[in-house]
């Protein structure tokens, strides 16, 4: 028996040293990946638990006489209690926590052991790579368990990493902030989890990021897996990034792009992020060479990723399989609160703008921004390579080499279509020449008015009898605008007032008429809830009240109202005049302004009682904020003689605002 004994202590020895060999602890993979000063004190940290938690213990590592190591036990209240206590090392990297005795946000390393269990968790490391004392770049080193999806509010998509180890699979997130506005992310137990710190995160300005590197610890390599180039670009130097672009894929290998952007540039107040609309495409394209860079991770250099310099080019110059425009035509890009309950939060999405998954394309990231009020395009041979052109039918901007097109209105946002709008370049020119008018929304049925997070949108209109109205043109080619910002910009700020001017002669017109042929008159419900009920949409939040307020939100209504005054009109014994035919001919090719006057000149029964027409005088009143202090929805009271000194002969009663 004691023979056996001794075997079986040997065995058991012989076990422990393989596994001693070939088995690597998580404190010693962090060693590998950050360096030797992971490891932690234990006589240290035995004193750290004895005593109240929140009291520091000074250490000074290189005995010069100044304090370089804080230990303690972190109680900051915005740590969950389900990670407590957390035992924290601060390492001092550039000297001047003797100054404070405190930890910075600069250059200080921060190892973290949750349950203060002996076993370190996450780390995070904060650069200062130009000496002024704030944080350039910040890195976060973390596991994730690998048997067990979201365990801690995070999906990392097994599928498809490079490699799957049993237990743990190791990451690295890295961010730099260009702009040096000096903030990148925030954490709660030293962790960024999206539901919880997104929104006290910074995702402005100049910045760019890899979210993340998988760390193979059994080949000592760092590859860029999932948001491999995250970059913010801030166009005009106010603080608001105007374009943002994502890169998914693993390595060099880009599999998707999303390109999000602030066409009109209003972001501001309590909007800090306000993009009007992106493009998503599909790879894979391979990133090059010369346009790339490595990344110097403590222990570690990257494999490479994409510098924030290249990015745009890179994404406009790609030969991408397909591409999808998402347009945010009520100036709402929110996430879906009933396709997405958990991210509810009704701000304005910080990623750009998301799309909905569609028989068409698939969806790139999440939340999406949900099935309605978007206008989606789909250029499925990527013909139109990314570029833009302006239709005169209705007046937009239309992504150049898309097929199809849809709107799906949800006016009063009970989640219920309310019309549909489909479009399609039915020559194959590049260009839409057909438009499909549901007025109703009845067209794709009730089923559509289901659909869930993941479900996905289908087209399934068999007959075009169910659309109240069908447009045709024959010459639909026109000017192609290519993707630059600053282009973009101007054309489409100066085009919108100009449409919302038009579209509302338009609306009065109609209404004047409306009130003549039919015979008892109402109010359309769109324009009563655009009135009187919109502005307690999302109150909480002031949703509808930013959508009354904003150009593209007001835009958006009057083309909606637009086309049920008109299918309204064609309903009546208007279309028995003489000049109705002209009429619908300029209407239908866009010539919104031809419409206007022929319906003045001679259909109207009487002048239009809100017409002003060609105002004789203008003026214009600038404001200037003499403050660096935003102002908004902010009283501005001006005195009549202050206008009479520089106008003469102002009366109040002849002027319109």
Not at 318 to 343: F, M, V, Y
């Amino acid at each position: 028996m004691l023979i056996f004994r001794n075997i079986y202590f040997a065995i058991l020895y012989l076990i422990s040293m393989t596994t001693a060999v070939f088995a690597q602890t998580q404190n010693e993979i962090f060693t590998k990946l950050v360096g030797h000063v992971v490891k932690m004190d234990s006589q240290i940290i035995e004193q750290v638990l004895k005593e109240k938690p929140g009291k520091k213990f000074f250490v000074d590592s290189n005995n010069n006489g100044k304090d370089d190591i804080i230990y303690m036990i972190d109680i900051d209240e915005r740590h969950e209690e389900q990670f407590k206590p957390i035992l924290v090392k601060i390492v001092d990297e550039d000297g001047d926590m003797y100054l404070t005795g405190e930890g910075d946000l600069d250059s200080d390393l921060y190892i973290v052991d949750w349950h203060a269990d002996g076993t370190v968790d996450r780390i995070i490391d904060y650069v200062d790579l130009d000496c002024d004392n704030d944080q350039d770049e910040q890195i976060q080193y973390f596991w994730s368990d690998s048997t067990v999806t979201n365990k801690y509010r995070r999906v990392w998509y097994k599928q498809n990493l490079p490699k799957i180890y049993p237990g743990k699979n190791y990451f690295v997130c890295w961010g730099k902030d260009i702009s040096d506005d000096n903030r990148l992310w925030w954490d709660i137990n030293y962790d960024y989890v999206q539901t919880l710190t997104q929104w006290l995160s910074d995702y402005n300005g100049d910045e760019t990021l890899v979210n993340k590197f998988f760390y193979d610890y059994k080949e000592d390599e760092i590859i860029p897996f999932g948001e491999i180039a995250f970059s913010f670009y801030d166009c005009d130097d106010d603080s608001y990034s105007e374009e943002a672009l994502r890169f998914g894929g693993k390595g060099q290998v880009v599999e998707n792009l999303r390109y999000s952007v602030d066409i009109d540039n209003d972001t501001g107040g309590r909007n800090y992020h306000d993009y009007d609309f992106s493009i998503t495409c599909l790879g894979p394209i391979s990133l090059p060479q010369e346009k790339c860079q490595s990344i110097k991770l403590r222990n570690h250099t990257s494999e490479p990723i994409v510098q924030w310099e290249q990015m745009r080019s890179v994404a406009k110059n790609g030969r991408w399989q397909k591409a999808h425009l998402t347009w945010d035509e009520n100036d709402n890009n929110i996430a879906d609160p009933i396709l997405s309950l958990s991210d509810s939060i009704c701000n304005e999405r910080w990623e750009g703008v998301i799309n909905h998954q569609s028989e068409f394309m698939e969806r790139v990231g999440g939340p999406s921004c949900g099935i309605y009020n978007k206008r989606n395009e789909v250029d499925m041979d990527y013909s139109g390579k990314m570029q833009f052109y302006f239709s005169l039918v209705d007046k937009r901007l239309h992504l150049y080499g898309a097929e199809v097109g849809w709107i799906k209105v949800d006016y009063d946002y009970n989640h219920k279509a309310d019309m549909f709008i489909w479009m399609e370049d039915q020559d194959k020119d590049g260009f839409f020449d057909t438009w499909k008018y549901d007025i109703d929304g009845d067209c794709l049925g009730e089923a559509h008015n289901s659909i869930r997070y993941n479900d996905v949108w289908k087209y399934d209109v068999k007959e075009d009898d169910l659309y109240e109205r069908i447009i045709h043109i024959e010459n639909d080619e026109q000017q192609i605008i290519p993707f630059d910002y600053w282009s973009l910009h101007n054309f489409y700020t100066t085009n919108l007032s100009e449409v919302i001017e038009t579209n509302q002669k338009l609306i009065d017109v109609f209404k004047e008429l409306l009130q003549d042929y039919e015979g008892n008159f109402t109010i359309d419900p769109v324009e009563d809830y655009f009135k009187s009920k919109l502005i307690h949409y999302g109150e909480d939040f002031h949703l509808g009240e930013k959508i009354r307020k904003s150009s593209e939100g007001t835009r958006y209504y009057q083309d909606i109202l637009r086309e049920r005054y008109w299918h309204r009109l064609n309903n009546t014994s208007i279309v028995q005049t003489v000049y109705f035919n002209e009429i619908k001919s300029a209407y239908e090719e866009g010539n919104f302004k031809i419409a206007v006057k022929l319906i003045k000149n001679h259909l109207l029964k009487k002048p239009l009682r809100y017409w002003f027409g060609e105002f004789e005088k203008c003026f214009v009143v600038e404001i200037c904020n003499p403050t660096d202090r935003y102002l908004e929805n902010h009283p501005i009271v001006l005195g009549l003689s202050e206008i009479n000194k520089e106008i003469s002969g102002f009366n109040p009663n002849n002027y319109v605002l």
